[in-house]
């Protein structure tokens, strides 16, 4: 949904900066690999050593809260209106609960 539906870069960024700068993570590496992977795959490359379900929430934590600049992009309004109801989806690698906050 991000930069599809919303825009909600800057609270990813500052996000997993956060978590970078917590556990000892180079931010500027952790922003790069985090694009586009989920959370877990992330956190197990950057940190191993750690239990990837239980650094999942704590940056779901950090990103639910983080809700600054969050922006309907253009066109999104009336695409969604035009749509059934029952009949469309968004396929994201967003977390269920990270989705949920967004929408």
Do not use: F
Request: overall charge negative; charged content about 30%; cysteine-free.
């Amino acid at each position: 949904m991000d930069g599809i539906l919303i825009s909600s870069i800057g609270s990813v960024e500052r996000s997993w900066t956060k978590w970078a700068e917590l556990r000892g993570v180079d931010p500027v590496l952790t922003r790069k690999t985090a694009h586009g992977r989920r959370a877990v795959e992330t956190i197990a490359l950057l940190r191993p050593d750690l239990d990837p379900e239980a650094e999942l929430k704590s940056i779901e934590d950090i990103e639910v809260e983080d809700n600054e600049g969050l922006t309907v992009l253009p066109g999104v309004r009336e695409l969604l209106a035009a749509l059934p109801l029952e009949r469309w989806a968004v396929v994201t690698s967003a977390t269920e609960r990270i989705a949920q906050s967004r929408s």
